[in-house]
């Protein structure tokens, strides 16, 4: 990333992951009632993380992790220059009265996690919704929604991006902030 | 790309390959929706959509309908019978009215090949072909395109057989040419007098015998002899026709492999085929009326994306 400031090295990322995983153990013991949804497209690859860490590292098996696609359900159809590309959605077991938490790499309006909300009902009724985001870009919420699990608070302004990196598709984690347009 | 080309859908000529691709798998997102216990996104709350049917319809009817309805548009219906068309009334005016109500979206069925077109250049809408005459039906050949890769897997290098009456299927046409689009070889077989003299020059082949193209094909599609459309005697009796052209089991069963049946309805079972195959394992007429609706989402949610708010006018 070449004029942008880098918030996490892949180690602090680390750290973080970890700390996130245990707070999820925390409140949810051995994951019986309880299912991983990574939103996409930009929380698959940190769902899909968590997930792994859980399992190796923590041995919490069997875990549902699922994922969300929450194009249809977008409040900005037909109000955005770019068109809205669908992702595909994957939950292959029943939501009703399950634990759900969501993870999102980035969260910042709020937005999308309203559009994720409506789409998981389309499933059934969980018990309870969380959040969890790898970074909360606050003072830039539109909506009244909170993370109940974060893993850094980042004070940035509407010109700025939050890039998420991981090592799965750029070779090396890290978090990089840069000017550019708005991200979710 | 995640946008079509144009602003309505008037027929599969009018779309690239691109378009084609964007649809089937914008369809792909929306069928995983339909298996959902709640099957309705919020996607068009704030559109209209008039379905205009000048001619019979059943299940194109239906699909679009709930299509609309699950993309949660709010849906008018007008059929010509009992409207005011019997008194006189043009087609500009009847669609000009029904727009006046604020209608942001056309879905039109007509006897007439080229009404949609025609619409198209008149009225200030989003046009969507259901159907015109003996011209085309884009949203038919999309649901049988993504009937077959769903069932194999590819399009490209896939061998569709068309049967019956090309002369007169909208479905044939819409068929043959998005098939050619998506790099699928494509024949056709039925009465020479029911195959149009100059299907050739679109890169078809011409199969006479009904036993030699499903020798070629991977895929066969039976159309329905449509009656109402001829205005003179194409075959000498219709146990000839189904003689020669009517899909059997033992047809089947004496081939090696085996091949995938389609059909856009309705049916005639026992003419153009036979209810052993209809309902047989090589059929996926019932998956074709289930991705129907999927297809259907797709088209119109990719058609509503190129409307602003509050700009009811195609860019």
């Known amino acids: 990333m070449g004029n942008a400031k880098q918030l996490l090295e892949a180690e602090e990322v680390s750290i973080i992951l970890h700390r996130l995983c245990c707070q999820l153990i925390e409140n949810h013991g051995d994951f019986s009632g309880t299912a991983l949804i990574g939103l996409q497209p930009r929380g698959v690859v940190f769902a899909r993380r968590v997930v792994k860490m859980l399992r190796e590292d923590y041995g919490c098996d069997p875990l549902q992790m699922g994922l969300l696609d929450i194009t249809f359900f977008r409040d900005d159809f037909r109000r955005r220059e770019a068109p809205l590309k669908a992702n595909s959605t994957r939950i292959d077991f029943i939501v009703e009265k399950l634990n759900v938490v969501f993870l999102d790499d980035v969260l910042y309006t709020g937005r999308s996690i309203r559009a994720a909300m409506d789409a998981i009902l389309s499933f059934g009724r969980p018990r309870s919704i969380e959040l969890m985001v790898l970074i909360d870009r606050r003072y830039a919420r539109e909506l009244p929604i909170q993370p109940d699990y974060t893993g850094r608070r980042v004070d940035s302004i509407d010109s700025e991006r939050v890039v998420v990196e991981w090592s799965e598709e750029h070779g090396k984690d890290g978090v990089y902030l840069t000017r550019s347009e708005r991200n979710g | ?315």
């Open chain 2, 1 to 315: 790309m995640a946008e079509l080309s144009t602003p309505h859908l008037l027929g599969i000529k009018e779309l690239s390959e691109a378009d084609i691709e964007l649809i089937l798998n914008t369809a792909e997102q929306f069928k995983e929706v339909l298996n959902r216990p709640i099957k309705k996104v919020p996607s068009l709350r704030d559109l209209t959509v008039a379905n205009l049917f000048f001619e019979n319809s059943t299940r194109t009817r239906l699909s679009f309908e709930l299509a609309e309805r699950r993309l949660s548009a709010d849906v008018v219906n007008f059929s010509a019978s009992g409207s005011s068309v019997s008194k006189g009334e043009t087609l500009v005016d009847t669609v000009n009215n029904i727009l006046a109500m604020k209608v942001d979206l056309v879905v039109m069925r007509h006897p007439m090949p080229g009404a949609a077109l025609f619409l198209s250049k008149r009225v200030k809408s989003t046009i969507v072909n259901a159907g015109d005459g003996t011209h085309e039906h884009p949203t038919q050949a999309l649901l049988d395109a993504y009937s077959i890769r769903e069932k194999l897997g590819r399009l490209s290098g896939v061998r569709v057989v068309i049967v019956g009456d090309i002369m007169h299927s909208r479905v044939g046409l819409s068929n043959v040419l998005l098939l050619k689009k998506m790099g699928a070889e494509t024949a056709v077989c039925g009465p020479v007098t029911l195959v149009p003299k100059h299907i050739r020059s679109l890169g078809v082949r011409v199969f006479e015998r009904l036993e030699d193209a499903l020798e070629w094909c991977d895929v066969v599609n039976m159309l329905r002899v449509q009656n109402e459309r001829m205005d003179a005697s194409y075959f000498p009796s219709l146990r000839e026709y189904i003689l020669r052209f009517g899909l059997t089991k033992d047809r089947l069963d004496a081939l090696q492999g085996s091949r995938v049946v389609l059909h856009p309805g309705p049916i005639n079972r026992g003419v153009e085929i036979s209810s052993e195959v209809a309902d047989g394992a090589h059929s996926i007429i019932l998956d074709q009326v289930e991705n129907g609706v999927a297809v259907r989402m797709a088209v119109l949610y990719l058609l509503a994306s190129r409307l602003l708010p509050g700009d009811r006018r195609p860019s």
